[in-house]
């Protein structure tokens, strides 16, 4: 059996403050807010998705209320995207920063550039060259 990944949950500090981000940088429309407790910890969650489809898998911002701010990366999220400099200007006017510059790696078939969003979690944001074809 071939279980696919359909969900990624993002542990952030605000839910709510993510939830914008990336619907403001990447489109993903909320589905669903969810709160509740899990394993005796309250948490709060907005489930996103392409255009709102969950057939298109969903990114969660995922908040447990009583906890602190996550401390290190544990996840980096990937984002394909058609126009990597119109994205670029996206991540910095919704408060993301970029690390380091776009660039172009042939050998791949992309063009790539990181950026974090503003609680600091990490995006690899790509971009498929022409005759490129997405693995």
Partial sequence: MTAPST????????????????GNVYGLGIV??????????AFREIILAPGG????????????VDRPAPRDQQVILGFTVPDL?????????NGGKLKGSI???REHG???????????ALCENVQMLAGAHAA
């Fill in 32 to 41: 669903q807010r969810v709160q509740g407790e899990s394993d005796g910890e």
């Fill in 103 to 105: 660039r172009e790696e």
């Fill in 85 to 93: 400099d119109a994205l670029v200007e996206k991540i910095t006017a």
């Fill in 7 to 22: 969900f990624t949950k993002l542990i952030c500090r605000d839910e709510e403050a993510m939830a914008e981000y990336y």
């Fill in 110 to 120: 992309v063009r790539v550039v990181f950026s974090t969003d503003p609680e600091g």
């Fill in 53 to 64: 489809d969950w057939t298109k898998g969903t990114l969660v911002m995922f908040n447990y």
